[in-house]
């Protein structure tokens, strides 16, 4: 497997086998992390960190990481550089690609990063786009494998605003390794047609399947997984809050939808989540709405099946394993 010079955007573009290999090289890298084995093996290269949006965990993971493999990042925050503004992302890519050897972007629509891609000449990878978040997509099935031990016969139950990011991610990626994926959620929020049809084709080769349901008790049925994400993302306005909510609340992930899952099924979620009133945005619904957990209970979420900070923590073997493979190959 040689994954040297390609761009990580979406997993549309990788096949099932290089979606494997990905998750581990992840677990191999972790591993060598824990025992102290350094592999500082891009020693010397120089990457861009490009964020429209705000992060902790992706920013977090890609500096980490780089540091890691014995690389230097730039940071470029949502403020303070030229991007969009006064230079174009074709000019930017042709700039930072002769600077950089590999570039991140996190921002908005999917096409700024594929164009990012097309003039950069050198990988560019996807650290979230409204249509799509890769990176956390490895991080997730590394999870997966470590707890359920397998990455085949899962059925995997998504739960809040499936047509987003996080619910299109998901459901490319289960579709790809064969397993059965579920939107379970208010019909609105269902994944976009054409995505699901793709999806449906995909998954049609390699045993999987795709459900939409907006029955919370026949989509949770034997789930293995059940995952949710935030109702309300990152650029959207603060005026949609009051529609999420009333047609989000009857997919919260609650006690009562584990109720109908495996007994040892796992909660996952990309986070930050909204499962207290220790946030400023938690307090201000609070405030208005009166709603004191949003898309998962502080129960569920704190609870032994919960492994919300083990998937937080992949994200940084997971994305080191992308920028290994797409910049030093195998
Ligand atoms: N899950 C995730 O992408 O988190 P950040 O927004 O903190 O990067
Ligand atoms: N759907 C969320 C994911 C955050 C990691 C957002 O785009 O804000």
Redesign the pocket.
Known sequence: MNLKDRNFLKLLDYTPDEIRYLVDLSARLKEEKKKGIAHDVLRGKQIALIFEKT?????CSFEVAAHDLGMHATYLDPASSQIGKKESIADTARVLGRMYDGIEYRGFGQEIVEKLAEHAGVPVWNG?TNEF?PT?MIADMLTIKEKLGRLENIRFVYMGDARYNMGNSLMVTCAKLGFDFVACTNQKYFPEDGLVETCRKIAGETGGSITLTDSVEDGCRDADVIYTDVWVSMGEPDAVWKERIQDLLPYQVNAKAFSYAKENAIFMH???AFHDLETSIGKDVHERFGLSEMEVTDEVFESARSVVFDEAENRMHSIKAVMYATLHGE
């Open positions: 992060s902790t965990r992706t920013r979230l978040h956390q990309c986070l930050p």
